[in-house]
């Protein structure tokens, strides 16, 4: 690797090259001499400076950094919202080092400039510092790695050095960092109470009305006495805040995963769903989540306490890291040369693809790097080497980008299964949230039926529709009337189904879920 000039040494080349140019063309001997020996000089810099890399790596020049839990929010990282890197490093030589352009490598982050530009590191001694930097958007961040420039002799070269470390940031939604504690509650789920009025047959609370026996009712739930003066069978229907069910069906397709990090689709419906979900633990109910893709993609079942929040959390960030081979843009090829080119970069050791047994052998490593962990979350792949080099991109933050929906059409079927998914063929009411943007929804009649089913089960749904903002005049004109269509045809949809609708543009999603007409549905 060469050395870095720094400004002053291109300032001098220039000088030297200009002087040289001019004392050939005037013939003058001393402004001659002058640029040569400049142009020596700066040689002899630039040589002197190569070996400092190769010497402090002998010397065993260490580095390592941990996440400060106490930058965070109640020890949470979350997006636009500062969190500090604690860093040391460790130099065993004899000579003082000057490192500069200290700068982490990541992606999805931006970095804080340091207090010092320069970081100085004494002979036989251990030198910290602290490094800060904000995420763009909930997922995975993995910092890779710490660049540094080590300073020459006079400053005037340097040579970049590169310390492979990785650490994994998980960043969560932005309510996390606002999170209350709740208190265990006890007792059967079915049974305790809760913060959501709902009716029920017979035995309750406050009472609501009087009705005639339909088919299906219990008869213990019959009101005898007022039966009797009436003439006919009359059932009694009292309020009673029960415990719920809510589900929330978040769309991750294609559609959702375009803009800058932070500013799309599924960034604003992913902090939605923790807040649904939060609100709703909060109050005692139970959650659930189901992430729509051209399939299913994760599910986590309804449950409560503090325990079935992380849950939620490890979904909604699955949705930000897919690396299956039916979703995503790149082929098994592909991730084989992504991953080749991450390991020379990170490790030194070229696997390039074409090159007899290098394929076995990048899986071979790579296997031997990756964690339990990541073996036990499941990937679509053909063969098992591509879900290990699969398994490696999400275990490292390399990006697969997420191809567009394959098959024209496919979005509403897939929708409808996540939605069957969602109510689980549970005999109990249930709230569903559906989080979409109702793009490409093309064939509609499967997802008809299962609105319909939904409503003859006694499911409640409430549908929250997502727009892209318009940011300058030339997108309003451009996209304005495109959003305008799909929700006038969203509307239209789910209005005939009964279904209510709420749309957002991102900035408003809490309130538009606060604004969601409450259930009243008739609990058995």
Known sequence: ?????????RLLFITAVGF????????????VALSSVTLLALAMLAAWTVPLGRRVRKQRLEFAWWLDRASGSSGTIVPGAPFQVR???RHR?????????????????DLLPLPESDLWVGATSRTEFTCRMTARA?????????AVSLRGPLGLFSMPLYFPNPLVVRVLPRVAGRARRSHPRTGYAASRAGR???RRRGGGTDFHELRQLQPGDAFKSIAWKASARAGR????????????AHVVVLDVMGSMRGGDAGARKLDHAIDACAALALQALHDGDRVGLVLADERPIAHVPVGEGATQLPKLYDAMLAATEVVDADLTAFDDQQVGALVARYIRHQDGLDFSPGKSGRYRSLVRHVHA??????FEQSVTAETPEARTLRAFCRSRGLPLAHRPEADYGRKGPALAEALQLAASRERAPRSITLITDFHGVVNTDALRRTVQLLHAHGHALTVLMLVSPARSPLEQAVHGRTEARQVSEARAFFGKLGVPLRVSDGQDTSSALAHAPASGRLAS
């Open 20 to 31: 040289l140019g001019w004392g050939l063309m005037l013939a003058s001997a001393p402004a």
């Open 93 to 109: 030589g004899p000579e003082s080092l000057s490192l500069t352009d200290v700068r982490p490598l990541a992606a999805e982050v």
């Open 138 to 146: 909930v997922g995975r961040v993995v910092l890779h790695g710490l």
């Open 233 to 244: 069978l009359l059932i009694k229907e009292v309020e009673q805040e029960v415990q719920e």
């Open 196 to 198: 959501t009025a709902q």
């Open 87 to 89: 860093c040391y490093v």
């Open 369 to 374: 790097s990756l964690d339990r962990e990541a």
């Open 1 to 9: 690797m060469l050395p870095v000039p720094s400004r002053e040494a």
